[in-house]
């Protein structure tokens, strides 16, 4: 029985697998596409598409759904609307029978079951991967136990297993294998995967986090009971809260949403420049607000880390975002491994260039991280970027933040809250005003040499100019790629025409008193077909190079 199991277990996972590529592929062909595939009507193809993929996942259970969260930080691997519907996964599912919670918690707890005096059979939420129940001590504490659905890691192994068996075939094709270790890819996430069924990991991150806010009255964290932790079961201590975005149930309370909005933003702040360990999954359900006003962080599964080479960057990032230098922040991502040093920076620069102006000029716009964090995942997407995962965690917190923020406070905005606290958190982080002054100081020592040279280089110019030795090199970049485009666009179509004079032309004679004339046009037809077929194989490919262009404002 238990084989007839897995053995339809893997068929559903295939035939979600199957639909998948066969939608992938239709919508790949051009001829598909009512008037031609317009830039519109690809991206709502991508995005009906993208909502049946998360209904999926969500119909498959718990490691699909996990591996939705973790490919929605996989921006370099999936279209824009790909990564937004994906983002959007929050395991909600119904909870498992209060017996068999029980029996989890005898066969993990063995004997210090006999601590736990009394629990809610009610769970207080339920998810993919586990359930949460009240419990009382009999030391009196009031705590929460986090139970693991029952036969969960059985389920993930087969699941896991069949998805490397996919990854496999991804990497066969000549077309999605190519630039991608799709086997890597999903042996990682197996890994990952198989590292969050173990809650002892959730409890050390839970630990760490809460040691970061212990002196901030303004932030309150559960503290671990790791007598009654275990692999399978985690115990916290209950924090009762508002849910952050009952803006109502606040104001009863006597208190300020736009006070509350702005202690999330300081504590996100400080979680990303002074500690680099972050919250990477700041959803409504996973924060709260006390009777105090502080603010409440829930669930420890899902956090991220900073990679310290980003992080001893970061105060110059700063500087020159602050500066609004374009040039000088790519060579900083550069020197930080998240660009990759061989590639043309010249589109970078200007999209950057456009994302410092969105977010740096008052008065700034209340979505502006959700508009950075589209932009960047349109310019990392089918690009040689080294854009490490967190950073991408860092972006979809900060972008869920803002609009928990904004649920509490229309006007706020992350953006205009950060500024003034940048400078005291650099500090703290060892980028303080010594750091600031010795970069200060190293830019006008650079200014000062160029100054130096300019004459002398003025000099030399304009007589090589005179001299008639002066060559101009113009690299025409994505206009010299549009004319090869349009080019081949105007041989498609005399393509396109001769073929229909052809088909013409056959009709008429078969019409004729000698229908056999008419095998000779489309004799002739043969080739001219086979000509604009590779003729529309080649825009494809075009296009999907020239993407990031076609994403520029």
Request: proline share 6%.
């Amino acid at each position: 029985m238990a084989r007839l199991r897995s053995v339809l277990r893997s068929l559903r996972i295939w035939s979600v697998v199957v639909v998948l590529l066969s939608r992938l592929w239709w919508d790949g062909r051009r001829w598909t596409y009512v008037g031609g595939p317009s830039e519109a009507a690809v991206e709502r193809r991508q995005r009906r598409l993208a909502r049946w993929l998360l209904h999926e996942l969500l119909a498959l259970g718990s490691a699909f759904i996990k591996l939705g969260q973790l490919l929605s930080a996989r921006p370099d691997l999936l279209p824009a609307p790909w990564v937004e519907q994906l983002a959007q996964l929050q395991d909600r599912v119904p909870s498992f029978p209060f017996p068999q919670a029980e029996a989890l918690l005898e066969a993990e707890l063995g004997a210090r079951r006999s601590e736990i005096m009394r629990i809610e059979p009610r769970p207080l939420g339920s998810a993919s991967l586990a359930q949460v129940h009240r419990a009382t001590l009999h030391s009196g504490r009031d705590v929460v136990l986090k139970l693991q659905r029952p036969g969960l890691e059985k389920l993930f192994r087969l699941d896991l297993q069949v998805m490397e068996q996919v990854a496999a075939v991804l990497q066969r094709h000549p077309n999605w294998g190519r630039g991608r270790d799709w086997v890597a890819m999903a042996r990682e996430c197996r890994r990952v995967l198989l590292r969050e069924l173990d809650f002892r990991l959730e409890a050390e991150h839970a630990a760490r986090f809460r040691q970061q806010f212990l002196d901030d009255p303004d932030v309150r964290i559960p503290a671990v009971i790791w007598e009654l932790t275990t692999r399978r079961v985690l115990c916290l201590d209950y924090v009762p809260g508002t849910k952050i975005t009952d803006r109502e149930a606040l104001l009863q309370r006597g208190i300020d949403p736009a006070a509350v909005a702005e202690k999330g933003a300081a504590s996100y702040l400080q979680q990303l420049v002074l500690y680099g360990f972050f919250h990477a999954d700041p959803h409504p359900g996973n924060l709260a607000v006390a009777d105090d006003g502080a603010l409440i962080y829930y669930d420890f599964g899902m956090m991220g880390q900073i990679p310290p080479r980003l992080r001893s960057r970061f105060g110059s990032m700063v500087t020159a975002a602050a500066a609004r230098d374009a040039g000088g922040l790519v060579e900083e991502l550069q020197a930080a491994g998240i660009i990759s040093t061989s590639i043309d920076t010249g589109p970078v620069r200007r999209l950057v260039r456009v994302m410092l102006d969105d977010a740096l000029t008052p008065p700034f716009p209340s979505n502006v991280l959700d508009r950075l964090s589209g932009d960047l995942y349109a310019l990392v997407y089918g690009q040689p970027f080294q854009l490490p995962v967190d950073l991408i965690f860092v972006m979809r917190a900060l972008s869920t933040f803002e609009g928990v923020g904004r649920a509490l406070d229309p006007g706020f905005s992350l953006v205009a809250i950060a500024k003034p606290k940048l400078l005291p958190l650099m500090t703290a982080s060892g980028n303080g005003p010594n750091e600031l002054i010795n970069e200060l100081g190293r830019q006008v020592g650079a200014l000062g040499t160029r100054a130096v040279t300019l004459p002398r280089r003025l000099d030399s110019s304009l007589e090589r100019l005179e001299q008639g030795d002066l060559q101009l090199q113009i690299r025409l970049g994505e206009s010299d790629r549009q004319f090869r485009r349009m080019a081949t666009a105007q041989h498609a179509i005399g393509q396109s025409v001769l073929l229909g004079c052809l088909a013409l032309a056959a009709a008429l004679l078969g019409a004729s008193s000698r229908p056999v004339w008419a095998v000779a046009p489309l004799v002739a037809g043969v080739p001219v077909g086979l000509g604009w077929l590779k003729l529309q194989l080649r825009l494809q490919r075009d296009q999907r190079l020239e993407q990031l262009p076609g994403q520029q404002r």
